[in-house]
């Protein structure tokens, strides 16, 4: 009518008469994803951060508490048999020593080293079956990892990493006691396969060992520290240690104090200082994914994502206002919430490191 075009409904209307609350609405939402949506993401993290914390602080066994004998009378079943594995004979330097170690401190027991070629001759002849898995493995380390559990089932004994040593005049029967099965708590949470000791024969080696074949590939191994950690090694044996329905009154978890196992985030523990064994520098087969997963984000995803996110929100302050019509936040809301969270980070790292 006279030039102007009337809506042609009632819902027009009502359209066009909430346009402008509509659009106020959507300018309000935007402003405060604009200032809170990377604060979300921070939550989120600090939340898991918490989780991880408590976990490694209340979840583990007490080192203090630890009785290796059940009974008054401790006499060991274990076979006394030292069993450690490399790729050759030829040691790296700060391993050299190693064995001699063991040696020494174990006057008595049978040490028994394991080469690569060694463990591909043992797996042949005693568990062919195994054999075309053992093959297929991608990557050395998991061949490493399965084949402690053969030798322990097959033989009997103790199995301990080459980075792992016992302390002078300190022996590894005050650890293993009068138990038919040993495996060692980590210092953040689960069950390692770095230092284990069993009979020969042992109901849940036996167990364990029927479970790697169908771990060896899963949908979920996409990365490579992840797919070491869960064919064969750590997370596998953590896992299969919860499924098996044996009887585990003859088992003994050791807290990872009194294994002598300071936790990766943490550059000393007191906690160790009383343990037979004590630890070199390990973790050989370790590459950058290893490194993310280990000391980002099991040790310090807050304050990696404290950064990035500063980062990025500091970058969208500056833009603010040159690209869209968006008001800047408020100046010192801005600074008082970064200089909070940075502080908030820096108590948690420095919480991670204390011994």
């Given at each position: 009518?006279?030039?102007?075009?009337?809506?042609?409904?009632?819902?027009?209307?009502?359209?066009?008469?909430?346009?402008?609350?509509?659009?106020?609405?959507?300018?309000?939402?935007?402003?405060?994803?604009?200032?809170?949506?990377?604060?979300?993401?921070?939550?989120?993290?600090?939340?898991?951060?918490?989780?991880?914390?408590?976990?490694?602080?209340?979840?583990?066994?007490?080192?203090?508490?630890?009785?290796?004998?059940?009974?008054?009378?401790?006499?060991?079943?274990?076979p006394k048999i030292i069993h450690q594995t490399y790729k050759t004979d030829k040691l790296p330097e700060n391993w050299a020593e190693t064995p001699q170690t063991w040696k020494d401190q174990h006057t008595g027991w049978t040490y028994e080293f394991w080469t690569d070629e060694r463990n591909y001759n043992f797996i042949k002849e005693n568990y062919p079956d195994f054999l075309p898995t053992y093959e297929s493995y991608p990557y050395g380390i998991q061949r490493?990892?399965?084949?402690?559990?053969?030798?322990?089932?097959?033989?009997?004994?103790?199995?301990?990493?080459?980075?792992?040593?016992?302390?002078?005049?300190r022996s590894v029967s005050e650890i293993i006691g009068d138990a038919e099965l040993v495996l060692p708590q980590t210092p953040n949470f689960g069950i390692t396969n770095a230092f284990m000791a069993s009979v020969n024969g042992s109901e849940f080696m036996e167990f364990v060992i029927k479970q790697l074949p169908s771990h060896a590939n899963k949908w979920y191994q996409v990365v490579r520290h992840w797919h070491i950690m869960t064919s064969a090694g750590p997370t596998f044996l953590w896992a299969?240690?919860?499924?098996?329905?044996?009887?585990?009154?003859?088992?003994?978890?050791?807290?990872?104090?009194?294994?002598?196992?300071?936790?990766?985030?943490?550059?000393?523990?007191?906690?160790?200082?009383?343990?037979?064994?004590?630890?070199?520098?390990?973790?050989?087969?370790?590459?950058?994914?290893?490194?993310?997963?280990?000391?980002?984000?099991?040790?310090?995803?807050?304050?990696?994502?404290v950064t990035i996110v500063f980062i990025v929100e500091l970058t969208m302050y500056l833009s603010a206002g040159k690209t869209e019509k968006v008001p800047k936040p408020d100046t010192k809301f801005f600074v008082a919430k970064w200089i909070a969270l940075f502080a908030l980070a820096a108590v948690i790292a420095y919480w991670k490191q204390k011994p």
């Open positions: 009518v006279n030039g102007v075009m009337l809506p042609s409904s009632i819902y027009d209307i009502k359209t066009a008469k909430d346009k402008p609350l509509i659009s106020t609405i959507n300018v309000q939402i935007r402003n405060l994803m604009r200032n809170c949506r990377m604060s979300f993401v921070l939550l989120a993290v600090g939340v898991l951060q918490l989780v991880f914390l408590y976990i490694e602080t209340q979840g583990g066994l007490s080192a203090g508490g630890f009785r290796a004998c059940r009974e008054t009378t401790c006499k060991q079943v274990i490493s990892d399965a084949v402690r559990y053969f030798i322990l089932h097959h033989y009997g004994g103790v199995y301990a990493d080459l980075d792992i040593q016992p302390k002078p005049g299969q240690y919860s499924a098996w329905k044996g009887d585990k009154t003859k088992s003994l978890v050791v807290p990872a104090g009194y294994w002598g196992k300071c936790s990766i985030c943490k550059s000393r523990c007191r906690s160790v200082e009383t343990s037979p064994l004590q630890h070199l520098t390990g973790n050989s087969w370790f590459s950058i994914d290893s490194f993310i997963f280990n000391y980002v984000i099991m040790c310090n995803p807050l304050p990696l994502a």
